[in-house]
């Protein structure tokens, strides 16, 4: 069999293997491009199993024209129970010497940025994640998605 076909052959296979441990994987799409303060978004997600650790990463697309090294976000996590946790994250989407983080094509870049590693969900059921706008401009431009993303640890 040649190279090629191997290739082809595998290539599904590894792609379906590196998603095994997604658990949930949403994103809200800006009108526009653009996040306005006003524009919460909210994701629920179904956790079943509480004796599993998971990480939680907030995705962010944004394109070459984004002005910042950041998006400050408020995220808060609502459980089944009604118990709400809120921290602000600074997702840091452009290094110290200006350049992108994540992965670009064209003048579109995405990045999953890590927010809580090895969480344990308390109890089981349907758990509602919240992101707000905390930048300082009323209309953050050039922001085309943000999302979350589980995965098992």
């Not at 379906?16 to 994987?25: I, Q």
């Not at 303060?37 to 650790?53: L, Y």
């Not at 707000?132 to 009323?138: A, D, F, S, T």
Request: aromatic fraction near 12%; glycine fraction near 6%.
């Amino acid at each position: 069999m040649k190279r090629s076909t191997i290739f082809f052959v595998l290539l599904p296979l590894l792609l379906l293997s590196c998603n095994k441990n997604k658990v949930f994987d949403k994103h809200h799409d800006f009108d526009g491009n653009k996040w306005g303060k006003t524009d919460i978004v909210t994701f629920d997600a179904d956790i079943d199993k509480v004796d599993q650790e998971y990480d939680i990463f907030v995705a962010v697309r944004h394109t070459t024209a984004y002005a910042f090294a950041n998006v400050i976000v408020d995220l808060t996590i609502e459980t089944p129970a009604g118990e709400k946790r809120t921290m602000q994250h600074s997702l840091i989407i452009r290094s110290a010497d200006g350049k992108f983080l994540g992965d670009g094509l064209g003048d579109i870049y995405d990045i999953s940025i890590p927010v809580f590693k090895k969480m344990l969900f308390k109890y089981p059921g349907k758990y509602k994640f919240t992101l707000e706008n905390k930048m300082h401009l009323v209309e953050m431009p050039d922001l085309m998605s943000i999302g979350i993303i589980i995965k098992k640890s």
